[in-house]
């Protein structure tokens, strides 16, 4: 069932607005009504209709600056706006086009023509052009067609979602065309911190997108985040930026303070999942990206499971879990706190300080919890704000200070311990759990343990496994190398290290693309695993360099097993990736010897730089 289009009409008369009402509902159209023009920009902004229809004289705001300002905002600027006038002088209209309306009907006006005008421009708004006209950056259609080919040709990248938090507030205090500087100033910082081959686009608003095809995303968010960080700064008064805070209003009429301008980025990855279309990437980026809005400043959140995602604000059987906030400046404090929620069944919100809760309320204001370190006394107040009563339980710095809490009010105060053992045992004694059924809550329980126990295992093998070959991480073969080493000692057992890298690998990489490049990391890893043992240590050392580690074995095994590695490497049937495509690979091998393990690596180090000043595609010992 195809939508009913929104226009969004403007008019101080009510007998007027009534008879288009009817009018434009009996054409099938969604109509709201605004009777000022400080109403209609407010609605414009908190729901964009797909049309405008405004007069031109109103109270508090006229239909001409009411327009200006909507063509000024980058929610707004590309809605079709139709000026319905009984001042038909040509200066009017002159002065209505200029400040960026589309068209214009003289009242009285005949109702036929009218609608035959909407549906014109409603036909051209819904030819959307192909780049964002604020950034002349690629938007939508793009967008999705460049989603659409890699994930049928199955290549391997990541999806980033970059939203602008605290953006509102920020126009709202400093005007639209300071926004608009935002805007750009965002997008100058993802097309600069993106990789060469990324595709970058700006999907709408303050929504920015990138296809990253490396295999670093994590790192490519914290460049965005310290470069976005560091530049914002420059959009503000200075007044602003020694208070640390801007006030507004947020969409609810409540009088709050927000933090600076920050980036909440959601991060799809393939290499996690397999994603059946477009809309099923979208569907989990949004969900990731909800949950990077709940906590304050910049942040990001990466995919880490296999499986469908659930909904972001809805759990099974159409449960809403209930919200705690929590403003704690310790991290590790605040850590402990948001694990511990978790496990009672809420959904977080953490906040830093004072002012990044305010932000954090303005979205969600009706928090079921808030557990907040107090020694900001301004946080009473703004538990006391709250519309809906909600207990607190305060975080404390010594027995003194639990009793004045006490006396404020709240339910329970603990006291900040270097103990986070204790602190968590207290802290499960005084969060009640999350309100659902009890068949539902025990589900829930069991879910989270089973979470939390299949976290600890995957951040253990994150931590030791590199995430595009599935081979042992740098940081693993250094730990195991010392291991290994002092075994081979105590037991008199020999221990050889092969060092290989692939031959003329950046080349690969500028002639075929870093996809392919990618392919061929992840073939060599698995021809490596292929040549070795289950108790040999194959890891990726960096690039397209690799280490294999071979207990309880001498140096011309290690090099038979060389040798396999290169021959299987060679022979392998390339042009299968792409017609012309060959890979060879170089190795280097040593002995642990007396000079101790360091020494053994550097030994293979230098003979593979033998081998490839020889000629490459060779053993060398």
């Known amino acids: 069932m195809i939508p009913q289009a929104r226009i969004l009409v403007a008019d101080d008369d009510p007998a007027l607005c009534l008879l288009l009402r009817e009018t434009l509902q009996d054409a099938s159209y969604d109509v709201a009504i605004a009777s000022n023009g400080d109403e209609l920009v407010r609605m414009a902004q908190d729901q964009p209709p797909d049309l405008i229809l405004v007069d031109l004289m109103m109270p508090l705001m006229d239909g001409f600056e009411a327009i200006r300002q909507l063509r000024n905002d980058t929610r707004t600027a590309h809605l079709p706006m139709i000026i319905l006038t009984a001042r038909s002088t040509s200066s009017d209209v002159v002065t209505g086009f200029d400040n960026g309306a589309d068209d214009y009907i003289v009242k009285p006006y005949d109702i036929d023509v009218l609608l035959a005008r909407i549906r014109g421009h409603l036909r051209r708004a819904a030819q959307i052009p192909v780049r964002n006209p604020l950034t002349g950056l690629p938007g939508n259609v793009l967008l999705q067609v460049e989603l659409e080919r890699h994930l049928s040709q199955e290549h391997s990248f990541s999806l980033l979602w970059i939203d602008l938090d605290n953006f509102k507030a920020f126009n709202d205090a400093y005007g639209f065309a300071r926004g608009d500087r935002a805007i750009h100033m965002l997008a100058k910082v993802i097309s600069e911190t993106a990789e060469r081959d990324d595709f970058v686009g700006h999907i709408g608003g303050d929504d920015f997108a990138i296809v990253h095809f490396g295999n670093a995303p994590e790192q490519l968010c914290t460049q965005l985040i310290a470069s976005f960080d560091q530049q914002v700064r420059d959009l503000y008064d200075q007044i602003d930026l020694e208070r640390g805070y801007l006030r507004g209003i947020d969409r609810h009429g409540v009088a709050r303070q927000f933090g600076m301008l920050s980036l909440s980025i959601a991060v799809a990855s393939t290499n996690v999942r397999n994603f059946t279309s477009v809309d099923h990437m979208s569907q989990v980026a949004a969900e990731l990206k909800q949950a990077a809005k709940q906590i304050s400043g910049s942040s990001y959140v990466m995919d880490r499971r296999e499986g469908k995602p659930r909904s972001p604000m809805h759990e099974r059987r159409g449960q809403r879990r209930p919200e705690a906030l929590l403003i704690e400046p310790n991290d590790t404090l605040r850590a402990t706190i948001a694990t511990t929620v978790r496990i009672q069944g809420y959904r977080p919100m953490v906040a830093v300080n004072m002012v990044a809760a305010q932000g954090l309320l303005a979205r969600h204001p009706k928090p079921a919890l808030i557990i907040a370190n107090v020694a900001d006394p301004s946080i009473w107040n703004l538990w006391r704000s709250i519309e809906t009563p909600t207990p607190m339980i305060a975080v404390v710095e010594n027995e003194a ?27 499960l004694l005084y969060v009640p759990r999350a309100e659902m059924s009890e068949t539902g809550d025990q589900q829930r329980q069991n879910d989270l343990i089973r979470e939390l126990q299949a976290r600890t295992t995957r951040l253990q093998r994150e931590a030791n496994e590199d995430s595009l070959t599935k081979l ?8 195991s190398l010392r291991d290994l080493s002092a075994e081979a000692v105590q037991l008199g057992q020999p221990l050889c290290a092969i060092m290989a890298d692939i031959d003329n690998f950046k080349l690969i990489n500028d002639l075929y693309s870093h996809m392919l490049g990618n392919d061929v990391l992840r073939i060599v890893a698995d021809l490596m695993r292929q040549a070795s043992r289950e108790y040999d240590i194959v890891a990726r050392y960096g690039g397209e360099e690799f280490l294999i580690l071979l207990p309880n074995t001498v140096l011309d095994e290690a090099a038979q097993v060389a040798e396999q590695i290169r021959s299987l490497v060679e022979n392998y049937p390339w042009e299968s990736l792409t017609p012309q495509l060959l890979v060879t690979i170089s190795l280097g091998i040593a002995e642990l010897q007396e000079s101790g393990p360091d020494q053994m690596i550097a030994t293979a180090d230098r003979h593979l730089y033998v081998a490839k000043r020889s000629g490459k595609n060779r053993v060398c010992q």
């Open 472 to 479: 042992a991480n740098r940081r693993y073969v250094d730990t």
């Open 401 to 427: 200070a639990v009793e004045a809490a006490h006396a404020r009010g709240a339910a329970a105060a603990l006291i900040a311990s270097a103990n986070l053992g204790d602190f968590t045992d207290q802290l």
